[in-house]
């Protein structure tokens, strides 16, 4: 390694430690019929976006459905503000994913019955934040707010819980596949929202994708092979 080598990596070593952690995850590992991961060690900064990649199987989604709180592996810890969240009562775990994690899945769970206007009401009196028009025009759904669910493209209804999500004001957002249903041009138009949002609220994204286009966006890319998380 050289000494411009050196210089960079020292400067992003100071960046990375004058961000706060916001979430810690110690020795995750998991499995179903067979081991998915061992020992996963990783710490999410705010103002960070994280990107996990792999073959399928390997278990990305699984491992983000963990850093979200929303499974519990089979052994490992996961710190947020202190806390390990598997110390909550459940009440106060609810009050962490409604509050301060926003999660995107790669099926939107929109409300059918509701139209696209009321279903960011939704996430409005969850939250007690505002709806922000100019997130809505940058998602390029603005003129859409009065359709039906149904009446939407699958890309639009994407991009409508990507806002519902923001909306909530999220100190962390994990999205598993966020564009998978957008165009090239689209989907670029949405992570620069996403990263916009990480770096304007002290806030961070981890990001589960196979696209490594998309994935080199990121501050930091792991990859999941051979039941580790390498860091590439």
Same mark, same amino acid.
């Not at 491992?63 to 499974?71: A, E, K, Q, V």
């Not at 995107?104 to 059918?112: E, K, M, N, S, T």
């Given at each position: 390694m050289n000494n411009s080598d050196l210089n960079v990596e020292n400067k992003h070593s100071r960046l990375v430690a004058s961000k706060r952690l916001l979430l810690e995850a110690k020795n995750i590992s998991h499995e179903f019929d067979y081991t998915l991961f061992n020992n996963i060690t990783l710490n999410i900064h705010e103002k960070e976006s =994280?990107?996990? =990649? *792999?073959v399928s199987g390997t278990g990305k989604s699984t491992?983000? !459905? =963990?850093?979200?709180?929303? %499974?519990k592996p089979k052994s490992g810890e996961l710190i947020y503000k202190n806390r390990s969240l598997y110390d909550l009562k459940e009440k106060e775990l609810l009050k962490v994913r409604r509050e301060d994690f926003g999660i995107?899945?790669?099926?939107? &769970? %929109?409300?059918?019955g509701f139209n696209a206007n009321e279903n960011l009401k939704i996430a409005e009196l969850l939250s007690s934040n505002k709806q922000d028009d100019n997130l809505l025009k940058d998602l390029k759904i +603005?003129? $859409?707010? !009065?359709? *039906?669910v149904g009446e939407l493209s699958g890309g639009q209804q994407q991009r409508l819980s990507i806002a519902r999500v923001i909306t909530k004001k999220p100190k962390i957002i994990f999205a598993d596949e966020p564009t998978g249903n957008l165009d090239k041009e689209t989907a670029a138009e949405v992570m620069k929202t996403m990263f916009s949002y990480i770096e304007?609220? +002290?806030a961070a994204l981890v990001l589960v994708t196979? @696209? @490594? +286009?998309?994935?080199?966006?990121?501050?930091? $890319? &792991?990859?999941l092979i051979n039941n580790e998380l390498v860091e590439l």
């Open positions: =994280i990107a996990i =990649i *792999g491992l983000l !459905n =963990i850093l979200c709180s929303l %499974l995107i899945f790669q099926a939107h &769970y %929109l409300f059918r +603005d003129h $859409v707010m !009065n359709q *039906g304007d609220n +002290d196979h @696209e @490594e +286009d998309l994935a080199k966006q990121c501050d930091k $890319v &792991y990859k």
